[in-house]
């Protein structure tokens, strides 16, 4: 039985720091465990301009202690007043490693988001062009289209036509919920992927809302049936490169996710890899669980793998982890699932 395990350092390929009062909180939460991750820009206001992802990245560097070591990769917000000549500046200086896409109104802070696609098509041929990665968050906005079908809908109706037009851009499906994108991602050539979440592998919709509402369980995409919470695991443990961990962690103040409208995202980034170590080792594939969360990734991105190395140790009981984190504005509640892991990172 695996009592330690030793893995190359990971990265986050999407993660939420938020700003302001919640960043020093945020980015070393997420350092702890993390090398890099791919940052996004769904602040308010958005991370539109070069010089906005300049500041913020500074923000971030200024908030992380001087004893830890991360590296945010930086993102712009894609907008149909987006510049082409500002992505291409940002991607070939390395200011930003990728370009997100929202569907406006798909998820927290997409307001500012793409409405009609055709208005991106000269922003999409040059990051075709220049090898610059698009990350989507792929669902539909239409409130005639059930919740649970947007993403599969998104696919059929907007992606795979993405994808025709511009056959060499490299495209993140991220977050995805469904068998339905884990089998259209296989079938895709080499310049699709996708990140799956810690939040999605672990729970389904019947953890969400049977026996009563849980609203920390609560996240856009929202999770789905059980067969394809399935089909996500069956993914990340077949080792295939098409698919890295990207965990969406995305702090939210309790009284904003436990209200009549309550906020849609999942805190992980404090307990992601062990949890990931328990679903990882029940499916006997902790010798997979290194390329979901570190070489992936980095490979998709065209970026190096870390050098650095982080331990795992299996204890004889459960570890326990802190419930809440304490903010200046109030309290964020851990996610967590509702299984227990006897993994924990060696600090």
């Given at each position: ?82 510049e ?8 070939l ?7 997100k896409?929202?569907?406006a ?5 997409s307001?500012s ?7 991106i ?29 947007r993403?599969?809908v ?74 394809h ?37 999942c ?25 979901f ?50 993994w924990?990172?060696?600090?």
């Amino acid at each position: 039985m695996t009592k330690e395990l030793v893995i190359v350092r990971p990265d986050d390929w999407h993660l939420h720091l938020r700003d302001k009062d919640l960043l020093p909180i945020t980015v070393n939460e997420s350092a702890k465990s993390f090398a890099r991750a791919i940052i996004m820009p769904n602040l308010i206001p958005p991370i539109t301009k070069l010089i906005d992802a300049k500041n913020y990245k500074k923000r971030i560097m200024n908030a992380l202690k001087p004893n830890l070591s991360f590296n945010p990769l930086m993102t712009l917000y894609l907008t149909e007043e987006t510049e082409p000549t500002e992505v291409k500046e940002g991607f070939l200086s390395g200011v930003i490693s990728a370009v997100k896409l929202y569907p406006a109104g798909a998820t927290t802070n997409s307001q500012s988001g793409v409405r009609n696609f055709e208005k991106i098509k000269p922003i999409l041929e040059t990051m075709a062009e220049i090898g610059c990665p698009l990350c989507i968050h792929g669902e539909v906005t239409d409130t005639k289209i059930d919740i649970f079908d947007r993403e599969k809908v998104f696919i059929n109706t907007v992606l795979d036509k993405i994808r025709t037009d511009y056959p060499t851009l490299k495209v993140i499906m991220e977050h995805i919920t469904t068998k339905d994108a884990v089998d259209y991602v296989f079938s895709g050539n080499e310049n699709l992927a996708a990140t799956v979440t810690t939040h999605h592998l672990s729970i389904n919709r019947n953890d969400l809302l049977s026996g009563g509402i849980r609203p920390h369980f609560y996240c856009l995409p929202v999770v789905k049936r059980e067969i394809h919470r399935l089909a996500l695991l069956e993914a990340v443990v077949s080792g295939s490169p098409k698919f890295f961990l990207g965990t969406d962690s995305a702090p939210h103040l309790d009284h904003d996710k436990e209200s009549s409208c309550g906020c849609a995202g999942c805190f992980t980034a404090t307990n992601t890899l062990e949890i990931l170590a328990h679903i990882f080792e029940e499916q006997k594939a902790l010798d997979k669980l290194e390329l979901f969360t570190s070489i992936n990734g980095a490979k998709f991105y065209g970026k190096k793998i870390n050098s650095d190395k982080i331990k795992l140790i299996k204890k004889n009981k459960p570890v326990r982890f802190p419930e809440k984190i304490s903010t200046p504005n109030g309290e964020i509640t851990i996610f967590k699932p509702k299984f227990e892991t006897k993994w924990q990172v060696q600090v």
